[in-house]
């Protein structure tokens, strides 16, 4: 059935739900893991009376969201191990998160994405929408959403 599973996680606690359940399905079929994480650009600067403001350097930025990336991964990376799965990480800074989804699932050659579900309902879901809703419209390989 699924020998590579691509699993995306920001690291909250809906996305903890979609990782359980990933480990599980990549044990029991025997298929390899990757886990994903897309940190956000670097925010824009903020301007004030011609003065540019920069909380920190993009370098730092880089280096503190890729520290806090691997983190993550890691939990993730050392639960799957522990259960026998073969488990890599991946990460990158993306403007778009499920536009760097998609292109890990085409890099790392999955062939079904595991995902959480994003948790919101009425008006704030039709607003801000759904990193897995978007991953939906465009994917052309299957999707398990975990709620």
């Known amino acids: 059935m699924y020998k590579h599973i691509l699993l995306p996680t920001d690291g909250s606690a809906l996305s903890e739900k979609a990782n359980v359940h990933a480990i599980a399905l990549a044990k029991a079929l025997n298929a390899r893991l990757t ?3 897309a940190s956000p650009e670097y925010p824009t600067p903020i ?9 920190i350097s993009i370098g ?4 503190r969201a890729t520290e806090q990336a691997q983190a993550i991964l890691d939990t993730v990376k050392h639960r799957a191990q522990a259960e026998g799965v073969t488990c890599e990480t991946l990460h990158t800074i993306a403007p778009i998160p499920w ?3 998609l292109d890990a699932a085409r890099a790392v050659g999955a062939d079904v994405i595991a995902m959480a579900s994003h948790g919101r309902r009425g008006l704030s ?3 801000l929408g759904s990193e897995t809703q978007r991953v939906l419209m465009h994917t052309d390989r299957p999707v398990l959403v975990v709620r």
Do not use: C, D, Q, S
């Open 60 to 63: 730092e930025y880089e280096a």
């Open 35 to 37: 886990v994903f994480h």
């Open 47 to 55: 301007v004030a009376e011609g003065i540019v403001l920069e909380p």
């Open 99 to 101: 536009e760097a989804i």
């Open 125 to 127: 879901a039709l607003i």
